[in-house]
């Protein structure tokens, strides 16, 4: 068998493009003792990757020049030097973008195929999911009627909160950049969703929030954001998940938001979904009960192919996907 591995040979200066990622050929790994050989059979690509591209402190280390990129994965257990796992067992992990990989029993979770398809490991039962449960929920705080707005609404996490606020009885405003999204967040259950291409985010977020908003999903930052703060209510609540309008760039200035901090007593949490590590248990509770309720749903835009996986992580920064962008690599043995 031959095995292959995505590595990152250059850091960007911008936008990411295939001259700072490379396919190269990798030796085919044997399981040490507590270890299992998987192949992969799925690949998340997400926007946070972007991030650790770069050199510097974050709160994850950057991945390193010459080495795989990495990130949540769907993988097939081909041999088991395990007791945990046995031969066909299907597991997610945060694995290198490489066909075949040997891991520790111990940093793989094996997924039960009852609670939904495969996939959603990776997103509304997976890290998506909880990243949109805890943010919103725990950051956020919705209370019955008031109003909540999204932007990204209809990426991965975006689309969760969407549908976790309707849940709580809240009001949702929804902000997404294409026709076919506006729609598709719509039959999330938003009562309005705002096209940023094609409207004038100020004027018709004026709109869509008569009675102002209460709490800010934030996904994207950049201008789209600097519209939501004038409209904030007093004691609202901005959950800073992510700012994909600004990874690619050098600078990025925008108005100041401090005043409207202060005139709202808002608050604004920057957070990351391994913060709720401890209550990881109590996320997957409530999204696997209202999955299986009918309450959530959810989107895939599935790429094939190995050589894809780059394409498809560029593809984010376009706004290229509806929901959750996965890679297919493989079909489990026997399908």
Not at 108 to 129: E, F, N, V
Request: hydrophobic share 35%; glycine share 12%.
């Amino acid at each position: 068998m031959k095995n292959r591995e995505i590595i990152l040979t250059k850091r960007p200066d911008g936008e990411p493009t295939r001259e700072h990622l490379q396919i190269r050929e990798a030796a085919m790994p044997q399981p040490a003792e507590g270890e299992v050989l998987t192949r992969l059979l799925y690949v998340s690509v997400d926007p946070y990757m972007r991030g650790r591209m770069n050199e510097g402190k974050s709160y994850i280390e950057p991945f390193k020049l010459n080495q795989p990129m990495e990130g949540g994965a769907i993988a097939e257990v081909i041999s088991s030097n395990a007791e945990a796992l046995k031969k066909g067992d299907i597991v997610t992990g945060s694995l290198p973008w490489r066909e075949y990989v040997s891991l520790p029993a111990a940093d793989l979770r094996k997924i039960d195929p009852s609670l939904g398809p495969i996939t959603t490991s990776l997103h509304i039962l997976g890290m998506t999911g909880l990243t949109a449960y805890f943010g919103l929920m725990d950051i956020g705080e919705p209370q019955e009627g008031e109003t909540v707005v999204v932007s990204g609404a209809a990426g991965a996490v975006g689309s969760a909160v969407v549908q976790i606020a309707t849940i709580a009885g809240a009001r949702v405003v929804g902000i997404a950049g294409t026709d076919e999204k506006v729609q598709f967040v719509k039959q999330l259950g938003a009562d309005t969703v705002i096209n940023y291409r094609t409207e004038d985010v100020g004027q018709t977020l004026a709109k869509a929030c008569p009675n102002g908003i209460d709490v800010y999903f934030d996904n994207v930052g950049g201008p789209i954001s600097d519209e939501v703060y004038p409209l904030l209510n007093k004691f609202a609540r901005v959950v800073q998940c992510g700012a994909i309008s600004s990874y690619n760039k050098k600078e990025d200035t925008g108005p100041r938001i401090q005043q409207y901090l202060i005139k709202s007593s808002a608050l604004i949490k920057g957070f990351t979904v391994g913060d709720y590590r401890e209550r990881f248990t109590e996320g997957f509770r409530h999204l696997s009960k209202w999955l299986g309720e009918g309450k959530l749903t959810y989107e895939e835009t599935i790429t094939e192919g190995f050589d894809n996986i780059p394409e498809a992580f560029f593809g984010l920064f376009k706004g290229e996907n509806v929901g959750k962008q996965l890679v297919k690599v493989n079909d489990p043995s026997g399908k």
